[in-house]
Each structure stands twice: as structure tokens, then as C-alpha cells.
């Protein structure tokens, strides 16, 4: 029903930039709150970034002034600006809505399938 797909991953050598996409498509009603995590070998799944959908922010302690998340609310769509990447910032990022599918009144967790990120020191 629903499909959150992302894109932009990649290498690049450290100081670079990447931008991420995320675009959540399906029988989607509205959506609340995107946020982008992100999963490090051997370690947690840690939230980088939330956008809610009147534009409020948050990040990360280890990413502010760095990343900057923004959306585009027409388009489902959230994006993920990373700039000054370090090679801490390493890892599979995951696309993430709470989202209302059309017909239910219930708001849901969804999971995008991730792209990978490499920062070369």
C-alpha cells in the first residue's frame, strides 16, 4: 500500500557533500512526521534528523550544522542535505514517515529500505 524509497547514496571522500531523497508514494491519506536514521555496522539504528509537517526540526547533536533536512509536503518527499561528511558519518540511512493511509484512521510507522553511505578518510 505504501513505499518509502530512497536515493542519493554514495561514496565520497571526506568534506564532500550528499544529498538524500526519500519519496513515500502509495495510498497515503497524510503524513505526519519524516525523519531520516541511519545504522553503522555493529551499532544501533540512531535518528539523524525529524521534520515535522509544519517544518520543526531536529537533529542529531553529532550532525548539527552539517545536515540540514527539509520536505516538500506536495510531494511526500524528504530530503536530507549532508554537507562537511566525515567518515563517522559511515552508514546505511533509512527513510522514516508516520503516515496515514487512505481508509484508516490510524497513523502509522513506516520504513524506507535504505541507502548506503561511505565517507573515505
Known amino acids: 500500500q505504501v513505499q518509502l524509497v530512497e536515493s542519493g547514496g554514495g561514496l565520497v571522500q571526506a568534506g564532500g557533500s550528499l544529498r538524500l531523497t526519500c519519496v513515500a508514494s502509495g495510498r497515503i491519506f497524510s503524513v505526519n512526521d519524516m525523519g531520516w536514521y541511519r545504522q553503522a555496522p555493529g551499532k544501533q539504528r540512531e535518528l539523524v534528523a525529524v521534520i515535522t509537517s509544519a517544518g520543526s526540526t531536529k537533529y542529531v547533536d553529532s550532525v548539527k550544522g552539517r545536515f540540514t533536512i527539509s520536505r516538500d509536503n506536495a510531494k511526500n518527499t524528504v530530503f536530507l542535505q549532508m554537507n562537511s561528511l566525515k567518515p563517522e558519518d559511515t552508514a546505511d540511512y533509512y527513510c522514516?514517515?508516520?503516515?496515514?493511509?487512505?481508509?484508516?484512521?490510524?497513523?502509522?510507522?513506516?520504513w524506507g529500505q535504505g541507502t548506503q553511505v561511505t565517507v573515505s578518510s
Open positions: 522514516n514517515a508516520d503516515l496515514r493511509v487512505t481508509g484508516s484512521f490510524l497513523f502509522r510507522n513506516f
